[in-house]
T-cell receptor
């Protein structure tokens, strides 16, 4: 079992839909959680960064962390064709020397 | 806006040749990471530096890969000799302590 699991998709939705992207993990030491967006042939771009459990909202994006279930989510409201990309979750224990562990990414296509 | 600089953006090399990638992290970021990303997968850590010291190189194929960060600022990743299986995106990232990581645009390596 991999440390971080993520549905690879691809996921196709119509423009304006609410998108839900999810990751599960096995390491209970993780306490920092990140979502990255990666366009084709580009480096990952940080979207959301949260610490421990709870919700965080930034514009059309909402990140949720449920540490008791080892489950994190990213919601995209009013999805746009420009949101079409691969979404990567990443997490870290946050201790010195602990690196970030990534999920495999979910490919999202928002159709006009 | 501060960003992680990487060069070259693209590199094509013949197998058994040497190849090198360069990374300049965001100013003030003590932690520097080199990740490798195979198409359709999430980034996987190759090496992590804290200032000029290697913190984690457990996944670095040391028979052919080397990395250095001599003055604790920019870094070089080298492959010698390159193999066909090394074709991937090589991503550099930096972070302030163990908070979120910011990525460069990556170097796409093709070994022929």
């Amino acid at each position: 079992q991999k440390e971080v699991e993520q549905d690879p998709g691809p996921l196709s939705v119509p423009e304006g839909a609410i998108v839900s992207l999810n990751c599960t993990y096995s390491n209970s030491a993780f306490q920092y959680f990140m979502w990255y967006r990666q366009y084709s042939r580009k480096g990952p771009e940080l979207l959301m960064y949260t610490y421990s459990s709870g919700n965080k909202e930034d514009g059309r994006f909402t990140a949720q962390v449920d540490k008791s279930s080892k489950y994190i989510s990213l919601f995209i409201r009013d999805s746009q064709p420009s949101d079409s990309a691969t979404y990567l979750c990443a997490m870290s224990a946050g201790n010195y020397g602990q690196n970030f562990v990534f999920g495999p990414g979910t490919r999202l296509s928002v159709l006009p | 806006e501060a960003e992680v600089a990487q060069s070259p953006r693209y590199k094509i090399t013949e197998k058994s040749q040497a190849v090198a990638f360069w990374c300049d992290p965001i100013s003030g970021h003590a932690t520097l990471y080199w990740y490798r990303q195979i198409l359709g997968q999430g980034p996987e850590l190759l090496v992590q530096f804290q200032d000029e010291s290697v913190v984690d190189d457990s996944q670095l194929p040391k028979d052919r890969f080397s990395a250095e960060r001599l003055k604790g600022v920019d870094s070089t990743l080298k492959i010698q000799p390159a193999e066909l299986g090394d074709s991937a995106m090589y991503l550099c990232a930096s972070s302030l302590e163990d908070t979120e990581a910011f990525f460069g645009q990556g170097t796409r390596l093709t070994v022929v």
